[in-house]
Nanobody, 119 residues
């Protein structure tokens, strides 16, 4: 069973940094069943879900326009863990952050970790 568990959220002041982690278990990445790609999304109550950052099987990464240059997605394959380094945080970065993967055309989401940035 696919499990994604996020951690590392918290409250910081504007300009600060946080590092989110996503521990993946219950599946094997990069097979005909589960894609290798993994992503971070964020969403606040009443707001649309927003793509934050993704990492792909060819090693490339892609960031959403609002976080480019401030966030960095990385991974540790040996630990089956995805990371999101967030620097120069802004109050508008306040959201619930989710780790996402896809298996058999189904998107799996973790429970999320809350990030709150105060001005």
């Amino acid at each position: 069973q696919v499990q994604l568990v996020e951690s590392g959220g918290g409250s910081v002041q504007a300009g600060g940094s946080l590092r989110l982690s996503c521990a993946a278990s219950g599946y094997t990445r990069g097979t005909s069943y589960c894609r290798y790609d993994m992503s971070w999304y964020r969403q606040a109550p009443g707001k649309e879900r927003e793509f934050v950052s993704g990492i792909y099987s060819n090693g490339s990464t892609r960031d959403g326009d609002s976080v480019t240059g401030r966030y960095t997605i990385t991974q540790n394959d040996a630990k089956n863990t995805l990371y999101l380094q967030m620097d120069s945080l802004k109050p508008e970065d306040t959201d619930m952050y989710y780790c996402v993967t896809r298996c058999a055309s189904v998107m799996y989401w973790g429970q999320g970790t809350q990030v709150t940035v105060s001005s």
